[in-house]
């Protein structure tokens, strides 16, 4: 079982353009890259489970219809009265999305440290908002700290939102002192540009691997073990980017997380190229919608 601990909020995507006043419609999308990474997992096969704190408004309701739709267990879901977290998205021309967040006071933030996972939890994934609004931030980072300790495959993707972040340099020594206890590191290149390394820089901190995603451009990656190696992207017409990396986390947990052994060049390859695949289909759809395992032939 692969357990994907964060956030789970609603995404408000603006529906074409302005209507009274020059202001669009804004369509309620389940979000959150945890939420997204999770309910990918479900969709393509895996055993997932989703760890956080959901709202019990209505908002909070639906996303979890949204895990269950997916076949992913919520038995480590903590409920709360408070309101859901609303990101507005903003898409740019080229898909991309940019996003303001509503989350005083919201359920995901009063996360609290969960007893022992499932014996049958082989890896877990963590990031996003999650590791930065505190009291909550605390808590997963414990829970990234002593699943690791107790030696579970973890993958960490910061997926940085700068508007977030009350104190940059605080963040970045914050973020260098997980390294030790994650497996695999995935970010995109906004994400390093902001934190300010290479690489090599956190490879040498703790990771097995750092995978980068590039855009339009592809998928990279870079291991302990010596491996560098790089995918194109599969070609597709982009509705929107919303969602695409949290599918890529997926996949790389679908591939990776419980392989015995070190992954090779060619496993490496094989496994970038079936994330940039993945991804490519939650691209071509608007909002957070990943592919099923069908559409991929997994």
């Given amino acids: 079982m692969i357990v994907v601990a964060g956030e789970a909020l609603i995404d408000l995507v603006a529906d074409g353009a302005g209507g009274d006043g020059g202001l669009p419609a804004l369509l309620p999308r389940h979000g959150g890259g945890p939420y997204n990474t999770a309910v990918a997992l479900g969709r393509l096969g895996a055993a997932a489970a989703f760890c956080s704190r959901v709202s019990s408004d209505a908002f909070g309701e639906s996303l979890l219809a949204g895990l269950r739709a997916a076949g992913v267990d919520i038995s480590l879901v903590q409920r709360g009265p408070e309101p859901t977290t609303l990101a507005v998205a903003a898409v740019g021309a080229d898909g991309s999305a940019g996003y303001g967040?509503?989350?005083?006071?919201?359920?995901?933030?009063?996360?609290?440290?969960?007893?022992?996972?499932?014996?049958?939890?082989?890896?877990?994934?963590?990031?996003?908002?999650s590791l930065v609004l505190e009291p909550g931030a605390t808590a997963y980072e414990a829970l990234l700290r002593r699943e690791a300790e107790r030696g579970l495959f973890t993958l960490l993707d910061p997926n940085i939102r700068p508007g977030l972040v009350p104190d940059p340099d605080a963040y970045r020594a914050r973020f260098r002192s997980w390294l030790p206890y994650v497996s695999l590191l995935k970010l995109s290149e906004e994400d390093a540009q902001w934190l300010g390394g290479t690489?090599?820089?956190?490879l040498a901190e703790g990771p097995q691997a750092v995978v980068l995603t590039h855009g339009g451009r592809g998928l990279s990656v870079r291991t302990r073990s010596g491996v560098a190696c790089a995918v194109r992207a599969d070609?597709?017409?982009?509705?929107?980017?919303i969602g695409a990396g949290d599918t890529v986390n997926a996949a790389l947990l679908l591939r990776l997380a419980g392989m015995p052994g070190?992954?090779?060049?060619?496993?490496?390859r094989d496994t970038l190229s079936f994330a940039a695949r993945a991804a490519a289909v939650t691209c071509s759809r608007a909002g957070a919608e990943p592919p099923y395992a069908a559409e991929l032939g997994a």
């Fill in 199 to 202: 690489p090599e820089d956190w």
């Fill in 235 to 241: 070609r597709v017409e982009v509705v929107d980017t």
């Fill in 101 to 129: 967040f509503y989350a005083g006071g919201t359920a995901d933030r009063l996360f609290t440290l969960p007893g022992a996972l499932p014996e049958a939890a082989s890896a877990l994934c963590v990031g996003t908002c």
């Fill in 262 to 268: 070190t992954p090779d060049e060619s496993t490496w």
